[in-house]
C-alpha cells in the first residue's frame, strides 16, 4: 500500500508500520481519538522523495514551513538553527556542481540549507561582558541538534502542506565551497540540505530495523546486533524483490549496500572544517 491509500485510517496505520517494522504494535490499543489516529497515520507515511511535479513552491510558502519549522524547540532555548532557501540560479548550480550524481536536486522547486549557527551564541557572551566558558564539543553538538530537530519540523511542515522532501548530506562533500557559495560566516557550519516540492509520484515507505532492535523498555544492554540486521536484510530484500521489474538484478541486502556506500571515505574532512570555522571540538 502507499501512504495515501483510502482505507480507514486504523488499518492504514497498522498497515503502514507492518511495511516498516514486520509487526505493527497494536493500534486500537493505544487507546487513541480517531484525529490522532489520523495524525500519526501521516506521520508514519513519510518517505523521501526524488523526483517532483513543474508546480513551483513559492518563496512565500517556505517562509511560512520555516516559520512552523523554526517553532522547534531549542536546546537551554539558545536558537542556534538557521534555514537558508536558496533561490538564485547562480548559487543552486553551484551547489548542484557539489552534486554531480544528484541531477535531481537541480529539478527540485525549492532547495533549502539547514545550517549550526554557533555564532550568536559566541556573541552574546562578548556583549554581556563574559568569558565564554564552554568552548568544546558540546558547544558544536547542540546547534546541530538544533538544526536537525527544525529540519524534521519543516518536512513534517512540507508534508502538512502537500509537499514532500529529501534530506541531502552530500552537498556537506565539498564543505568549504558550500561555505562559499552560501557565505556563512565564522561558527555557521551546514548540517543538511533540503529539496522540497510537490510529488511525481506515490511511493511505498522504506522498511525500517525491528522496533525490537530500537525501541528499548528501560535499558538497552547488550543485543545481538548482528541476528536484528539479518532479520532486517531478509525483510528489506523481499520488500525490494516485491517491486522489482522483471529481468531487474536480485535485490541486495541492506547491510551489503550500506557497507559498500561507506566502503570509501567519506567527508574525512568535514572535521578539520568544523574547526576552521571557528569551533572547538575539544
Ligand atoms: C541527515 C540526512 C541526510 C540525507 N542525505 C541524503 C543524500 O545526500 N542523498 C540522498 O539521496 N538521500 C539522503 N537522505 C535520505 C535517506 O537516504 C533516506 O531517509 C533513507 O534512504 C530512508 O528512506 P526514507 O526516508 O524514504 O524512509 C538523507 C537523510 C537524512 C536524515
Given at each position: 500500500?502507499?501512504?495515501?491509500d483510502?482505507?480507514?485510517?486504523?488499518?492504514?496505520?497498522?498497515e503502514?508500520?507492518?511495511?516498516?517494522?514486520?509487526?505493527?504494535?497494536?493500534v486500537?490499543a493505544a487507546g487513541?481519538?480517531p484525529q490522532?489516529i489520523a495524525?500519526l497515520?501521516?506521520?508514519?507515511?513519510?518517505?523521501?522523495?526524488?523526483?517532483w511535479?513543474?508546480?513551483?513552491v513559492?518563496?512565500?510558502?517556505?517562509r511560512?514551513?520555516?516559520?512552523c519549522?523554526?517553532s522547534?524547540p531549542?536546546?537551554s532555548?539558545?536558537?542556534q538553527?538557521d534555514?537558508i532557501?536558496?533561490?538564485?540560479?547562480?548559487?543552486?548550480?553551484?551547489?548542484?556542481a557539489?552534486?554531480?550524481?544528484?541531477?535531481?536536486l537541480?529539478?527540485a522547486?525549492a532547495?533549502?540549507v539547514f545550517c549550526?549557527n554557533g555564532?550568536?551564541?559566541?556573541r552574546?557572551f562578548?556583549?554581556?561582558?563574559?568569558?565564554?566558558?564552554?568552548d568544546h564539543?558540546d558547544?558544536?553538538?547542540n546547534?546541530?541538534?538544533?538544526?536537525?530537530?527544525?529540519m524534521?519540523?519543516?518536512?513534517?511542515?512540507?508534508?502538512?502542506?502537500?509537499?514532500?522532501?529529501?534530506?541531502?548530506?552530500m552537498?556537506?562533500n565539498?564543505?568549504k565551497?558550500?561555505?562559499?557559495?552560501l557565505?556563512?560566516p565564522?561558527?555557521?557550519?551546514p548540517?543538511?540540505?533540503?529539496?522540497?516540492?510537490?510529488?511525481?509520484?506515490a511511493r511505498?515507505?522504506?522498511?525500517?530495523?525491528?522496533?525490537?532492535?530500537?525501541?528499548?523498555?528501560?535499558r538497552?544492554?547488550e543485543?545481538?546486533?548482528?541476528?536484528?540486521?539479518?532479520e532486517f536484510d531478509?525483510?528489506?530484500?523481499?520488500?525490494?524483490?516485491?517491486?522489482?521489474?522483471?529481468?531487474?538484478?536480485?535485490?541486495?541486502p541492506?547491510?551489503?549496500?550500506?557497507?559498500d556506500?561507506?566502503?570509501?571515505a567519506?567527508?574525512?574532512?568535514?572535521?578539520?572544517?568544523?574547526?576552521?570555522?571557528?569551533f572547538?571540538l575539544?
Amino acid at each position: 500500500m502507499h501512504p495515501d491509500d483510502p482505507q480507514d485510517d486504523t488499518t492504514a496505520l497498522s498497515e503502514l508500520l507492518t511495511q516498516r517494522f514486520g509487526v505493527s504494535p497494536d493500534v486500537a490499543a493505544a487507546g487513541l481519538d480517531p484525529q490522532a489516529i489520523a495524525a500519526l497515520r501521516v506521520i508514519a507515511g513519510q518517505t523521501s522523495h526524488r523526483r517532483w511535479s513543474a508546480r513551483a513552491v513559492p518563496a512565500e510558502a517556505v517562509r511560512l514551513l520555516a516559520a512552523c519549522a523554526l517553532s522547534a524547540p531549542s536546546k537551554s532555548y539558545l536558537q542556534q538553527a538557521d534555514i537558508i532557501d536558496v533561490r538564485d540560479p547562480g548559487r543552486r548550480a553551484a551547489i548542484q556542481a557539489i552534486v554531480p550524481t544528484l541531477p535531481w536536486l537541480s529539478a527540485a522547486p525549492a532547495l533549502l540549507v539547514f545550517c549550526a549557527n554557533g555564532r550568536r551564541f559566541e556573541r552574546l557572551f562578548d556583549r554581556r561582558g563574559k568569558p565564554y566558558t564552554n568552548d568544546h564539543l558540546d558547544g558544536f553538538f547542540n546547534p546541530v541538534v538544533d538544526a536537525a530537530l527544525v529540519m524534521m519540523n519543516f518536512v513534517n511542515a512540507a508534508r502538512a502542506a502537500g509537499l514532500v522532501a529529501c534530506p541531502i548530506s552530500m552537498v556537506r562533500n565539498h564543505p568549504k565551497r558550500l561555505a562559499e557559495i552560501l557565505e556563512l560566516p565564522r561558527r555557521v557550519v551546514p548540517v543538511a540540505g533540503l529539496c522540497v516540492g510537490h510529488p511525481a509520484e506515490a511511493r511505498r515507505v522504506n522498511p525500517r530495523l525491528s522496533l525490537d532492535a530500537t525501541f528499548h523498555l528501560d535499558r538497552i544492554g547488550e543485543r545481538d546486533d548482528d541476528a536484528d540486521c539479518d532479520e532486517f536484510d531478509r525483510r528489506y530484500v523481499a520488500t525490494r524483490e516485491a517491486v522489482l521489474p522483471e529481468g531487474a538484478p536480485a535485490a541486495r541486502p541492506w547491510s551489503d549496500e550500506r557497507a559498500d556506500q561507506y566502503a570509501n571515505a567519506q567527508r574525512a574532512d568535514w572535521g578539520d572544517f568544523v574547526r576552521s570555522a571557528g569551533f572547538d571540538l575539544g
